[in-house]
């Protein structure tokens, strides 16, 4: 009964993500500013990850965890690097 549960309930939770996923995708296409943009691609690529992450429960492969995690570090190290652009106009100085 639980594994049945577990199953659905990651099934509901990929599905909910990739439409989480279509919204910030749109966000990033249609954003009016280059700071709508940063958030959308924020929210992609932390989306992205989780549905890495809801793969790899359900495979029960390691290799779905650690992608999830250079998804996570490059993607933060990115949004930083394009706020900070945003802000200064260099990223390196």
Avoid: H
Avoid at 38 to 61: E, K, P, Q, W
Wanted: proline content about 1%; glycine content about 10%; hydrophobic content about 60%.
């Amino acid at each position: 009964m639980s594994a049945a549960i577990l199953g659905w309930s990651i099934t509901v939770a990929q599905i909910l993500l990739a439409l989480a996923m279509a919204c910030a995708a749109l966000r990033f296409i249609r954003g009016p500013r280059a700071q709508d943009r940063i958030i959308g691609l924020d929210t992609f690529y932390v989306n992205a990850m989780l549905i890495l992450l809801t793969l790899g429960i359900r495979s029960g492969a390691t290799l779905y965890f650690e992608a999830a995690l250079v998804i996570g570090l490059l993607g933060f190290v990115g949004t930083v690097a394009l706020a900070k652009f945003l802000m200064r106009g260099e990223v390196v100085e």
